[in-house]
T-cell receptor, first 112, second 113 residues
C-alpha cells in the first residue's frame, strides 16, 4: 500500500543550526511528494513539493529532493530561525481521488 | 478573509450527541476533504467529495457521515459521538486542474466526554 514514514520528534535546535527531517515513502506508481507545515493553532500549509524523480522542491530556505532510488524526500534547511518552529508533515499523492497519505508529523522547536 | 473556514473552532460534547462540523471555501475548488488528526498518527482521510453529487469514503469513515450542500460547503457529522472521536478535524480543498495541492482550513478541535 501507500505510506509515509518520517522521523520522529520532537526536534529541538538552536537558531542558525542545520535541519534535516527524514522522510521515506512506499507507493505504487509515481507519486507526487510534499512537505506541509503546521504552525501552532493553524491548519496545514504547503511548504514545497516535487512531482517527479530528481526534482527539488524549495521554499523559504527549505529544500527537499525526490529520490526514487532511495524512496526518500528529506527536508533540509541550512540555518533555522525561531519562526520555523512548527510541525512538519511529509505526504504523497497522485492516486485515485487525489488521496493524500501523510506522515505522523515532526515537531520542531528552534530556540534563540 | 481565510479561503477555507471551519466552524466551530472548538467544541466539547457528550457521548451519544449528534455533532456537525462545517466547512466553507471561497477558493472555487470543486474537491473537498475531511481529515482527522490524532497525536502520533498524522492525518487520516474520513471522506472526500469531487463535486456536489460525488462523495466517497476515506480510510476511516465509520461513525461519520458527510453532506455536500453546495460546491462551497462540505459538512461532517458524527451521528452519535464517542470519546475516541476526540481529535482535531481539518477540512481541505483542491482544484481538479491542480489536484496535486490541497488547501487546509484552520481545524476544529472536538472533545467528546
Amino acid at each position: 500500500g501507500n505510506s509515509v514514514t518520517q522521523m520522529e520528534g520532537p526536534v529541538t535546535l538552536s537558531e542558525e543550526a542545520f535541519l534535516t527531517i527524514n522522510c521515506t515513502y512506499t507507493a505504487t506508481g509515481y507519486p507526487s511528494l510534499f512537505w506541509y507545515v503546521q504552525y501552532p493553532g493553524e491548519g496545514l500549509q504547503l511548504l514545497l513539493k516535487a512531482t517527479k524523480a530528481d526534482d527539488k522542491g524549495s521554499n523559504k530556505g527549505f529544500e527537499a529532493t525526490y529520490r526514487k532510488e532511495t524512496t526518500s524526500f528529506h527536508l533540509e534547511k541550512g540555518s533555522v530561525q525561531v519562526s520555523d518552529s512548527a510541525v512538519y508533515f511529509c505526504a504523497l499523492s497522485g492516486f485515485s481521488g487525489n488521496q493524500f497519505y501523510f506522515g505522523t508529523g515532526t515537531s520542531l522547536t528552534v530556540i534563540p | 478573509d481565510a479561503d477555507v473556514t471551519q466552524t466551530p473552532r472548538n467544541r466539547i460534547t457528550k457521548t451519544g450527541k449528534r455533532i456537525m462540523l462545517e466547512c466553507s471555501q471561497t477558493k472555487g475548488h470543486d474537491r473537498m476533504y475531511w481529515y482527522r488528526q490524532d497525536p502520533g498518527l498524522g492525518l487520516q482521510l474520513i471522506y472526500y467529495s469531487f463535486d456536489v453529487k460525488d462523495i466517497n469514503k476515506g480510510e476511516i469513515s465509520d461513525g461519520y457521515s458527510v453532506s455536500r450542500q453546495a460546491q462551497a460547503k462540505f459538512s461532517l457529522s458524527l451521528e452519535s459521538a464517542i470519546p475516541n472521536q476526540t481529535a482535531l478535524y481539518f477540512c481541505a480543498t483542491s482544484d481538479r486542474s491542480r489536484t496535486d495541492t490541497q488547501y487546509f482550513g484552520p481545524g476544529t478541535r472536538l472533545t467528546v466526554l
